[in-house]
């Protein structure tokens, strides 16, 4: 079956980097877009950054351009999400997600995405 494995979350100063790995089994890779999500505390999960399966077009939430870049390693199977100079507001449970055909919804949609990892904590401190 489809399995998604995020890694790479903890604890961070303000200012600090982090950089998560989603690795993925399971299904064909490249013929995935990938996007990553985060979830705060009460919050409604949203948007952070998407990598279409071929070409190089992404997409980023406004909050984290700039900040965050998403790459993927089609031979690896694997996106990454790497976070600079982050601050305590991006403090959440991100989750990678994957989709063969977006259809008619958004790359920032979270109902475009068939297949979810279980997440990983991501904590900012100031």
């Known amino acids: 079956q489809v399995q998604l494995v995020e890694s790479g979350g903890g604890l961070v100063q303000a200012g600090g980097s982090l950089r998560l790995s989603c690795a993925a089994s399971?299904?064909?890779?490249?013929?995935?877009?990938m996007g990553w999500f985060r979830q705060a505390p009460g919050k409604e999960r949203e948007f952070v950054a998407a990598r279409v399966r071929s070409g190089s077009n992404t997409y980023y939430a406004d909050s984290v351009k700039g900040r965050f870049t998403i790459s993927r390693d089609n031979t690896e199977n694997t996106v990454y999400l790497q976070m600079n100079s982050l601050k305590p507001e991006d403090t959440a449970v991100y989750y990678c997600a994957a989709v063969p055909i977006y259809g008619g919804t958004s790359y920032s949609d979270p109902r475009s995405y068939n297949y979810w990892g279980q997440g990983t904590q991501v904590t900012v401190s100031s």
């Open positions: 399971g299904l064909t890779f490249r013929h995935n877009h």
